[in-house]
C-alpha cells in the first residue's frame, strides 16, 4: 500500500480530453494501482499458519487445497472484472466513452431505404408462416380424420 493514502480511500481520475483519449489511459493506470495495492495488502495481511492435520492422505489433501486455491483465485478475478464493469456503468466518461451520437457516414434517405426494405423482408415472412401454419392445420385435420377411419375400418390381416 502507497504510504499516506488510506486504504479505502479512492483516487479521483483526470477529467477525460476527447481529443486525446488521456481519460481512459488514466483509468487504465489508476486501475494497476488500485490492483497493486490489493496485492500489497493482501501479501502484508497474510500470516503463515500452520495447515490443520488432514483426515486425507497428503497427496488428496493437496488436490483438494490446490483445487480451493483454484477457486478462490477465479473468484477473486471475477470479483476485481465485475467491480471494473460497475465502476464503467456508474461513470463510462471515466473510460473514455462519449455520451453522445456515434458518427456515421450513412445518410437519412439510405437508412430509410434500409427500413423499408427490412420491412418487406419481415412482412414476406410474416405471410410465409401464416402460409405454413395453414398448411399444418391440413396436415393435421387429415391425420384426424384418416385416424378417424382407420378406428372405423380396422383393416385386417
Not at 471475477?78 to 450513412?106: A, N, Y
Amino acid at each position: 500500500m502507497k504510504e499516506g493514502v488510506p486504504s479505502n480511500s479512492t483516487a479521483t481520475a483526470p477529467s477525460p480530453d476527447p481529443a486525446t483519449g488521456s481519460g481512459a489511459e488514466a483509468r487504465r493506470q489508476e486501475l494497476i494501482e488500485l490492483k497493486t495495492q490489493l496485492v500489497e495488502e493482501n501479501r502484508s495481511s497474510t500470516h503463515p499458519r500452520k495447515p490443520p492435520k488432514s483426515w486425507l492422505d497428503p497427496k488428496k489433501d493437496e488436490e483438494v487445497r490446490s483445487f480451493i486455491r483454484t477457486l478462490t483465485e477465479r473468484k477473486e478475478k471475477r470479483k476485481h472484472q465485475l467491480s471494473i464493469v460497475k465502476s464503467f456503468l456508474e461513470d463510462p466518461l471515466r473510460f473514455g466513452l462519449q455520451t453522445e451520437l456515434v458518427p456515421s457516414s450513412t445518410t437519412s434517405e439510405e437508412i430509410e431505404q434500409r427500413k423499408q426494405e427490412l420491412g418487406y423482408r419481415i412482412k414476406l415472412l410474416q405471410t410465409l408462416l401464416e402460409i405454413m401454419e395453414g398448411e399444418m392445420q391440413l396436415l393435421e385435420q387429415g391425420e384426424a380424420y384418416v385416424d378417424a377411419q382407420s378406428e372405423q375400418n380396422p383393416v385386417e390381416q
